[in-house]
């Protein structure tokens, strides 16, 4: 008979991927070789009882921007703790945080946040530029317009986009197309690993189902040094506790610019990467422990 698990953990996932994610799999069987029980749950299952569980491990909650209060409805019923916790979840949710990061002297896209009535004012001041419009909570390029601001097809979709968001607008960063988008991991704040992400010849979206690629690549110092700055600067805001966060950017003449800070459902990119799973369950052993 095999000893009964120290710990049970369950894996947040949703309909997109019910199961635990091909990519998160070594982390799954190194944590039962742990001494803890790995459970995928969809989180917006209501036959899924939470009680039972150490803790939540949020990991491909890939929808839930599209139900957002409910998720958040989720997060305050939960009985147990989340892996990351849940003010950092709200927090790192809404994307109004690239704002609140740039005030702590982290270099951003130049980002404005407006109401979705002031879209077609913003984009009339700002005349023949190629711009990104994308929701607060969003994800997947999911109601985003990307194109010249004159555009009156660009300013038809832009009119149509759903009125209840706020919006991000920023200008396109080409290096995006032809350098390509970094992403670096940390783990409990360890710089992990790093991979580049690349787009489909003709797009400029660079998840994988949109055809985008994805590249192991090691960083030098100054650009881990540079994705330091942006989880310091994240603690300074009172996120200091991010067992996992991936910090993705884009270099522009010599200098890293933060797009995202990802520490809710992030793909980690454990592909060819074991010992970073490895690392990573280590971790999580120990946070349940304490």
Not at 9 to 33: F, K, N, R, W, Y
Not at 105 to 112: M, S, Y
Not at 235 to 261: C, K, N, P, S, T
Request: net charge negative; hydrophobic share 45%; charged share 20%.
């Amino acid at each position: 008979m095999s000893a009964s698990p120290i710990h049970r953990l369950a894996i947040a996932t949703s309909v997109i991927i019910p199961d635990i994610h091909p990519d998160d799999a070594h982390l799954a069987a190194t944590l039962q070789s742990l001494g803890i029980e790995p459970t995928a749950c969809v989180w917006n299952d209501p036959e899924v009882d939470w009680s039972p569980f150490d803790a939540v491990l949020i990991r491909t909650t890939w929808d839930y921007f599209k139900h957002y209060p409910a998720f958040r409805r989720w997060l305050d019923q939960l009985p147990v703790p989340t892996i990351n916790n849940k003010a950092l979840l709200r927090w790192n949710s809404d994307k109004r945080y690239l704002l609140e990061l740039a005030t702590q002297g982290v270099e951003i896209i130049p980002t404005q946040m407006v109401p979705a009535s002031q879209l077609l004012p913003t984009l009339a001041a700002m005349p023949a530029r190629q711009v990104v419009v994308k929701p607060t909570v969003s994800g997947t390029a999911r109601h985003t317009a990307r194109g010249n601001s004159d555009d009156a097809m660009v300013r038809q979709i832009v009119a149509q986009l759903p009125a209840e968001f706020d919006y991000l607008v920023q200008p396109f960063v080409p290096e995006v197309v032809s350098d390509g988008e970094w992403s670096l991991l940390f783990f409990d704040g360890e710089f992990s690993h790093a991979v580049i992400k690349r787009p489909a010849t003709g797009d400029y979206r660079v998840q994988s189902e949109f055809g985008g690629t994805t590249q192991a690549i090691e960083p030098d110092a100054a650009l881990v040094a540079s994705a330091k700055r942006v989880l310091a600067a994240a603690a300074a805001l009172g996120h200091a506790d991010a067992a996992y966060a991936r910090v993705d950017g884009v270099i522009v003449q010599g200098r890293f610019l933060l797009m995202e800070l990802e520490m809710i459902e992030p793909c980690l990119h454990f592909e060819g990467r074991q010992e970073a799973a490895e690392r990573f369950a280590q971790n999580l052993r120990k946070r349940l422990a304490a």
